[in-house]
């Protein structure tokens, strides 16, 4: 497993039907992580795989053990991870159905526990400035470009939710240069930097964000609408990044 590539995935990717080949539960010094370590047949690979929200979609995003998540796949010697997060798009040109590959971020959560330090533990400083790993974001980037989909990219703010945004916020977050928003890449990014885990994310978008198209319907129908189309891209390009052709270690 340590050659492999982990999984964190997020809402609505049960519906991709991936293949569980095992689950391990799995305790960590900060608690369960939000569910099983699991391991998934993808192509030809079989990768491990933490369900962010767990199983039955029970943690909300300000609820997740995200310490615990990156804590159990480092244990399993997992050196990169790719999170598949759904997010809105707030950029013109980014379209509901599209994938994208966030080269920054902006944290707007509060309250997240954000690092294995402190209370005790050595304080850490993260290097930050680069919150993605370059070098994951370009082969996830290369995967959609060759299944033949735009290969976006651009600032990833991260919002607390559970709520959705107001027209205003996301106002603020295009001033702010936001490309597009969703709840869960931090504290998730920032911990796999502490443990030293390459960590990209391959985002779907699911809906235009709050007050962009009043055209469209709400989110929730527009989720409704676009989900499917998301993960069928996403899927494809799964299938594509693993089957089997390249190291993982990078
Ligand atoms: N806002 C925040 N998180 C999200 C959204 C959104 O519009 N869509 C999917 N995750």
Same mark, same amino acid.
Not at 111 to 117: E, K, L, Q
């Given at each position: 497993m340590s050659d492999t590539c982990a999984l964190i995935v997020g809402s609505g @990717? *049960? $519906?991709? =039907?991936l293949e569980v080949v095992t689950r391990s539960p799995t305790k960590t010094p900060y608690g *369960?992580?939000? /569910?099983?370590?699991l391991t998934v047949r993808i192509g030809t690979e079989r990768v491990a795989c933490i369900a962010r929200h767990g199983e039955g979609h029970a943690f909300a995003p300000h609820e997740i053990n995200y310490r615990a998540n990156l804590w159990a796949l480092q244990q399993r010697g997992i050196r990169t991870c790719i999170g598949v997060n759904t997010v809105g798009a707030?950029?013109? &040109?980014?379209? %509901?159905g599209d994938l994208a590959v966030p080269d920054q971020l902006i944290d707007y959560t509060s &309250? $997240?526990?954000?690092?294995? =330090?402190g209370a005790g533990a050595p304080v850490v400083h993260a290097e @930050? !400035?680069? %919150? @993605? /790993?370059p070098v994951l974001r370009g082969r996830i980037a290369v995967a959609i470009a060759d299944c033949g989909y735009p290969p976006h990219a651009g600032t990833y703010g991260v919002t607390q939710g559970p709520r959705l945004e107001t027209a205003a916020e996301i106002n603020r977050m295009h001033r702010d240069g936001c490309a597009m928003v969703g709840m869960t890449a931090m504290p998730e990014a920032v911990l796999a930097r502490e443990l030293g885990v390459d960590y990209a994310i391959c985002a779907v978008v699911v809906n235009y964000a709050a =007050? $962009? $198209? !009043?055209?469209? =319907? /709400?989110i929730d129908v527009q989720i409704h609408k676009f989900m499917a189309a998301g993960l069928e891209r996403l899927a494809t390009v799964l299938g594509r990044l693993f089957d089997g052709s390249r190291p993982w270690a990078l």
């Open positions: @990717f *049960e $519906r991709l =039907g *369960e992580p939000s /569910s099983p370590v707030i950029a013109d &040109g980014l379209l %509901p &309250g $997240r526990v954000a690092s294995f =330090g @930050f !400035a680069e %919150p @993605f /790993s =007050g $962009r $198209r !009043a055209d469209v =319907g /709400s």
